[in-house]
């Protein structure tokens, strides 16, 4: 059974706002601690990285979901029913 369509969006957007806090607290600690400048991450390449990185989560968020739901489904089945 497929989720709906909103259930689904908001999934992806809960992924997608993570992804993006995990990338601005790597990009803070890269900028203060790291000492890398900058300009380095307004670059076209590390946008498109970026857009990449958040593609590949929202991609790997639902292979999951779609193995969880086939997971609970095979055990329903090779449950018995008395």
Do not use: C, N
């Not at 991450?41 to 779609?66: D, S, W």
């Amino acid at each position: 059974m497929k989720p709906p369509i909103f259930a689904q969006l908001h999934a992806d957007l809960a992924v997608i706002a993570v992804t993006a806090m995990v990338i601005q607290a790597a990009v803070f600690v890269s900028i203060e601690w790291l000492r890398v400048p900058q300009h380095d991450f307004a670059t076209p390449g590390f946008r498109y990285g970026v857009i990449a990185v958040v593609a590949l989560m929202v991609l790997v968020a639902r292979r999951f979901e779609r193995h969880a739901d086939t997971d609970t489904i095979e055990a329903m089945e090779s449950r018995s029913r008395w």
